[in-house]
């Protein structure tokens, strides 16, 4: 059973920062693709970020230059960095790993964006 487990959501006002982290097992969690999705009410879930094994990274138009993704391979960790914050990045956000074909999800946590 694999098991993703996000942390660092909360509420920020407009322009802020934070940081989310997603945990996950070992090794299947290093050598694949991780990314972080979002899902706002009333919206479908999409894409923010994702990185590979590598270290290459994709982000979404809409969060480029403001959000960063990065991994620790010693502490089985993604990050997700998130600068200059729109209420419109309002969502739940999700860890996802795909391994083997299927896709793998982590709770959510909500990033709310309001003054």
């Known amino acids: 059973q694999v098991h993703l487990v996000e942390s660092g959501g909360g509420l920020v006002q407009p322009g802020g920062s934070l940081r989310l982290s997603c945990a996950g097992p070992g090794i299947i969690f290093r050598l694949n693709v991780v990314g972080w999705y979002r899902q706002a009410p009333g919206k479908e879930r999409e894409l923010v970020a994702r990185i590979e094994s590598g270290g290459t990274t994709n982000y979404a138009d809409s969060v480029k230059g403001r959000f960063t993704i990065s991994r620790d391979n010693a502490e089985n960790t993604v990050d997700l960095r998130m600068d200059s914050l729109r209420p419109e990045d309002t969502a739940v956000y999700y860890c996802?790993?795909?391994?083997?074909?299927?896709?793998?999800w982590g709770q959510g946590t909500q990033v709310t964006v309001s003054s």
């Open positions: 996802n790993l795909l391994w083997r074909g299927q896709n793998y």
